[in-house]
């Protein structure tokens, strides 16, 4: 990885919400895998993660759950307390993660028909950028769909600019230019949203947070759709491909799917996405298209620096993992490919943790069960040493594991 402080041209640096978070820029290196790039040239410039904005069936209980079970900090809030008639919103950080939760209050809130339709899910993966009205040309020029034009926002706290083009689905990414005029945004999110502070008191021994910042996103999109949406990244943002999964890399006796993954040019914002191919039975893409009723977000990969406390913690408060055999840990030929990593073999069995390794390095990975009533939405936690990789070695025993809940489910 090349140092920046010996190439100018090929500047990184950290975002607001990593500073304020504590990160170091090559902590963050390790928890993401970050590489440096120019954006000078870059047509659609990413600085990294703004939000991720949930549509859920109750933002005032999803909100509890996700400080209680997940560690998170309430820090901002808008309501109709605030003038905000239709819906409540929840904001929620853990290091440089931003989760926005928005419930309807309304009947006629415009919430109420999508969460019908698709449950709890992410509508919004807002992205921070430094110039809103440089990368909607660029987005118009390419032949994205704009579903917000710039505006600016203004409150006692500063300026924000904002936009919105459409991607998968009824996804969004809104676009959020924190730096307007040369003066950043102080506010706790947005202008509308007040600054606020949880009643929830955290366990004497529980740790300041559970992860540090946001891996990756994955995408799941109709069988034939995912080049189109990748050649949507490349064309339209600017973004390079990383990896390709197909074939064998990604099937198992039963079900089978595929997988590109695209990212920005320093890798800090990266989307795997997923179609199903043609098996003997239906695929987990398969089961979540149905449940979410079309392509949306699948599920969030949450990096952490120590993912045996991680998983401990969470565990606890009643997170539920995949399950792995332990013929997975047993196999000779898994020891002899990953060799030696910082955690013994035996205590990632005790956790039902995956390791990997490739060419750049090893990392650790555990996946939950889907967090609600619909078999859709996943977190994975993942720890990275070296690896700028999804975890190939591990997807036939992922893909297993999901199996078997699918069968559970009677959605094999």
Request: include cysteine.
């Amino acid at each position: 990885m090349t140092d920046t402080t010996t190439t100018p041209a090929s500047h990184l640096d950290l975002t607001d919400q990593e500073r304020q978070a504590g990160l170091d820029l090559q902590q963050l290196k390790q928890l993401v895998g970050l590489v440096d790039y120019d954006e000078q040239q870059d047509p659609f410039p990413v600085t990294g993660w703004d939000a991720l904005v949930f549509v859920v069936g109750n933002a005032t209980q999803a909100a509890h759950y996700y400080q209680s079970a997940w560690g998170m900090e309430l820090v901002a809030y808008t309501g109709p307390e605030h003038g905000v008639r239709d819906h409540k919103a929840f904001v929620l950080k853990s290091g440089s993660i931003r989760f926005v939760l928005k419930g309807a209050v309304s009947p006629d809130s415009p919430l109420i028909a999508h969460h019908a339709r698709h449950g709890d899910g992410v509508v919004d993966i807002s992205l921070e950028v430094p110039d809103v009205d440089r990368c909607i040309e660029q987005a118009r020029r390419a032949g994205a769909t704009v579903l917000q034009e710039p505006e600016t926002l203004t409150d006692e706290h500063g300026s924000v600019r904002l936009a919105a083009i459409a991607t998968y689905g009824e996804t969004r990414h809104t676009l959020v230019q924190r730096v307007v005029d040369g003066v950043t945004y102080a506010g706790p999110y947005l202008p509308g949203y007040v600054a606020a502070e949880s009643t929830y008191v955290k366990r004497e021994s529980a740790p300041k947070r559970l992860f540090q910042a946001l891996d990756h996103v994955v995408g799941n999109v109709e069988l034939g759709r995912m080049d189109e949406w990748v050649s949507f990244y490349n064309r339209v943002m600017g973004f390079v491909n990383m990896a390709e999964f197909i074939g064998d890399d990604i099937a198992t006796d039963y079900s089978a799917l595929m997988s590109k993954v695209v990212a920005n040019g320093n890798h800090r914002v990266k989307f795997p996405l997923n179609e199903p191919a043609i098996a003997a039975r239906k695929s987990q893409i398969d089961e979540y298209l149905e449940f979410y009723s079309g392509p949306g977000a699948q599920h969030l990969a949450l990096a952490t620096n120590d993912i045996l406390r991680t998983v401990d913690e969470l565990r606890k408060e009643g997170v539920e993992f995949l399950d792995t055999p332990d013929a997975y840990y047993d196999d000779p030929e898994l020891r002899a490919r990953i060799g030696e990593v910082r955690v013994p073999i035996e205590e990632l069995k005790q956790r039902r943790i995956l390791v990997d390794r490739d060419e750049d390095g090893y990392l650790l990975q555990i996946f939950t069960r889907p967090l609600g009533d619909r078999p859709t939405v996943f977190f994975e936690i993942i720890e990275r040493h070296g690896s700028l990789g999804f975890g190939k070695g591990n997807f036939k025993a992922l893909f297993e594991s999901i199996e078997r809940e699918q069968e559970r489910r009677g959605n094999l």
